[in-house]
Every structure is written in structure tokens, then in C-alpha cells.
């Protein structure tokens, strides 16, 4: 029996965050993971998902389309459509974001901020476990569950 590859929607955000960290790892070759997510935290896609314009947009655009995602050509059902709202709820909360306020003196991330970094690598890990669940390995390039 073959595995379900397909997606799910609440692993759509997660993917487009990995593959964000991928891009800066290989811009950057000499830095970590840690340094990646931290530099993935200075970006605009990081606002777009934080402030929670992404799923805003989506929810629009499928509200557009007869909640028909364009990705995949099917109808999302209320259900999943709840979830997405869920998941952009904790986004916003836990990637709040203070500008300037990122780092004390002594280099030590504020504890706002490591809440942010700490859901973002759950984020990431839940990506891989899919990953690996659906026996897509290829696709794991962080290495976040080693």
C-alpha cells in the first residue's frame, strides 16, 4: 500500500518557512540552523507570517474561489478551514514580534523572542516528522529531528 503524500493545509505554512531557512543555509553556507532561523526572523516573509497577512491572504483568495485551493484543485471543507485559522492565531501569538527589542545588552534573546524562535523550530520539526512519515527524506535538508 502506497503513502498519502498529499500535503496536509496546516503543513503548508510550515513548508514555506523550511524552505525559506533552506535558501538562507545555502546564501550562507558557513552559518547553522540556529543562525539561519534567527536571520529568517529579519525577514519580510517572517512579517507576512507573524503579523498573519499570509493566512489573511489565502483565506481571502479562497473565499474567492469557492474555497477551492489552487494548489491542489480541492474544495477545503469548514473543518480544515477552522484549523488554518487556528494555526494563524498562534502564529501571530507566538511570532509576535517588538522591534529593537529582539536582544539585551548581553546578547541573550528576550524571552519574546525565543518564544518566536522556539515555535518556529517546532514548526520546522513538525515539517521533517512529516517528512519522514510519508517517506520523503529528499525533502529533509535542516536536519532538525537528528
Not at 497577512?53 to 480544515?80: A, S
Not at 520546522?124 to 532538525?144: R, V
Amino acid at each position: 500500500m502506497q503513502k498519502n503524500t498529499d500535503k496536509p493545509y496546516v503543513l503548508r505554512v510550515a513548508e514555506i518557512i523550511y524552505l525559506k531557512i533552506v535558501d538562507i543555509k545555502k546564501q550562507n553556507s558557513q552559518i547553522n540552523n540556529i543562525q539561519a532561523f534567527e536571520i529568517f526572523m529579519t525577514t519580510k516573509d517572517f512579517d507576512l507570517i507573524s503579523s498573519g497577512e499570509y493566512h489573511d491572504q489565502w483565506f481571502l483568495e479562497l473565499k474567492q474561489n469557492n474555497f477551492i485551493d489552487k494548489v491542489t484543485k480541492k474544495k477545503i471543507n469548514n473543518e480544515t478551514i477552522k484549523l488554518l485559522e487556528l494555526q494563524k492565531d498562534s502564529m501571530v501569538k507566538f511570532l509576535m514580534k517588538i522591534p529593537k527589542l529582539y536582544y539585551t545588552k548581553s546578547h541573550f534573546p528576550l524571552e519574546i523572542s525565543q518564544r518566536a524562535f522556539d515555535h518556529l523550530w517546532r514548526v520546522c520539526e513538525s515539517y521533517e516528522m512529516w517528512c519522514k512519515e510519508t517517506k520523503q527524506e529528499k525533502l529533509i535538508t535542516l536536519n532538525i529531528l537528528d
